[in-house]
C-alpha cells in the first residue's frame, strides 16, 4: 500500500478541485495536454484515485501548480489544520505573525491573465482553423 493510497488521497479529484478553483473548464484543459484528449477523457481521469507521474506533471504544468500538490492534498488533513489553527476567525496565540510571500491579489490577477492568454490562444487557434475550412471549402 503506497503512502498516498494510506492517506485516501485522490489525486483525480485534487485535479478537478485545482482546475476549478483556477476557472479552467475540462475542454480547455484537453485542448491544453492535445488532440489525443477530450472534455470526456478529462472527465475519466479526474475519476481516477491514481494517476500515471507524466500524466501528473503535464497538467501540474498547465495548472502552473506544483505536481507535489495534486499527489499529496488531503482534504481530511487540511480541514484538521484549519480546525486546529483558527479559533472563531482569528490564529491561535502561537507567539508570531503569519506571513505570506505572495500577495493573494496579485496571484488572483496572474491567475486572471494566464487564463486570458490560455483563450486568446484557444480563439487564435479557432480562427486558423477556421481560414482552413474556408480555404479547403473554397477550392472545392
Do not use: C
Not at 478537478?16 to 479552467?24: D, N, S, T, V, Y
Not at 481516477?48 to 507535489?68: D, F, G, R, T, Y
Not at 489553527?85 to 510571500?101: A, K, M, Q, Y
Not at 490577477?109 to 471549402?137: G, N, P, S, V
Amino acid at each position: 500500500m503506497t503512502n498516498s493510497a494510506a492517506r485516501n488521497i485522490h489525486q483525480g479529484r485534487n485535479i478537478k478541485r485545482f482546475r476549478e478553483m483556477l476557472g479552467i473548464k475540462q475542454d480547455a484543459l484537453a485542448h491544453e495536454l492535445g488532440e489525443d484528449w477530450s472534455q470526456k477523457k478529462i472527465s475519466l481521469l479526474e475519476q481516477k484515485e491514481s494517476i500515471e507521474e507524466n500524466i501528473l506533471k503535464e497538467v501540474a504544468e498547465i495548472l502552473h501548480i506544483p505536481v507535489e500538490a495534486i499527489q499529496n492534498f488531503d482534504e481530511e488533513q487540511a480541514v484538521n489544520i484549519i480546525s486546529n489553527t483558527f479559533n472563531e476567525g482569528s490564529f491561535l496565540n502561537t507567539g508570531h505573525t503569519p506571513t505570506f510571500n505572495v500577495n493573494p491579489i496579485d496571484k488572483l490577477l496572474q491567475l486572471h491573465e494566464e487564463k486570458i492568454a490560455l483563450y486568446e490562444r484557444m480563439l487564435k487557434e479557432k480562427d486558423e482553423m477556421m481560414a482552413r475550412l474556408e480555404r479547403l471549402i473554397g477550392g472545392k
